[in-house]
């Protein structure tokens, strides 16, 4: 029920998308300038990994990773991957793929968010009909909150089999990065140096569980709130430490109270940004 409403919310979008962008979300280049749909496809097309940055409760952010993967899908080899699921509950995502368990034993036996259901499995289930891979590619929660209470020395005291749901020790770090700087301001120092370390591990962790499940001869699409992959930054920081040469592109989500224009705090975020009215309902 569900493919068939997102079905058709897709063909009024294409019969009607100047009416549509003009009253719940436009798409801009990084510069600022509108830019169509399948403009934006044709880039993405060339691209090898695509860091597709959402709101988790913006129902045309999740909407627009759906139709973007089915049209990448015609004529692309994917690979999608994301981090609302984490990288321990690799092995119940896979037996979910393989049709092995059902969509609620999936939910009892893996660590799924609230909006799953809406938001996400439309994706997982994409990739289940496609054969697809779909890569858990987060950390366990529970290892970023060892960082942020103890720093990345934490980690050490993790088991062998632990440390293979994160990237390999040692952690790169930049605590000058822009992000960074920027998380810690934000919180008025609160959890000092080890709030934006918590954040970094998820980055790097998210960025060698892309790279390990990805060859070049392949499309990586991942999933990740905006904040992961804004202003080239997070993930792709990470990317580009291990894989400079690859071509990238990023998504990002904004919102605005006038979609028609794109305010200048939101230019430069991301090679194609989704501009969304600020009004838009909620999924969860």
């Keep these: 029920m569900k493919t068939a409403v997102i079905s058709l919310f897709a063909t009024f979008y294409f019969l009607h998308a100047a009416h549509a962008q003009d009253n719940a979300f436009q798409l801009f280049d990084s510069n600022g300038k509108k830019v169509k749909y399948a403009k934006m496809i044709k880039q993405l097309d060339d691209a090898q990994i695509i860091l597709f940055g959402e709101f988790h409760d913006n129902p045309l952010s999740h909407w627009l990773q759906l139709e973007v993967t089915s049209t990448l899908l015609k004529s692309n080899e994917l690979v999608l991957g994301a981090e609302m699921i984490e990288a321990d509950n690799q092995t119940e995502l896979n037996q979910y793929l393989a049709g092995e368990i059902d969509a609620d034993a999936l939910d009892t036996l893996a660590r799924l968010w609230p909006n799953h259901k809406t938001d996400y499995k439309p994706l997982v289930d994409l990739a289940k009909e496609n054969k697809l891979k779909f890569i858990a590619a987060n950390v366990p929660r529970r290892f970023a909150r060892l960082v942020y209470n103890g720093g990345f020395e934490a980690l ?129």
């Design 156 to 284: 050490d005291t993790l088991s062998a089999e632990e440390k293979l749901w994160m990237a390999p020790l040692p952690i790169a770090y930049d605590p000058e990065l822009p992000g960074y700087v920027e998380m810690l301001a934000m919180m008025g120092g609160h959890g000092g140096e080890n709030l934006p370390k918590a954040q970094a591990i998820k980055d790097a962790t998210m960025a060698h569980f892309i790279l390990a499940n990805y060859s070049p001869a392949q499309t990586f699409i991942h999933y990740n709130g905006a904040y992961h992959s804004n202003n080239y930054e997070g993930i792709l920081w990470y990317l580009k430490l291990a894989q400079p040469d690859y071509r990238y592109v990023t998504i990002s989500t904004v919102s605005q109270a006038d979609v028609s224009k794109l305010d200048a705090e939101n230019k430069g975020i991301a090679d194609f940004i989704i501009c969304v009215d600020e009004n838009m309902t909620s999924t969860h």
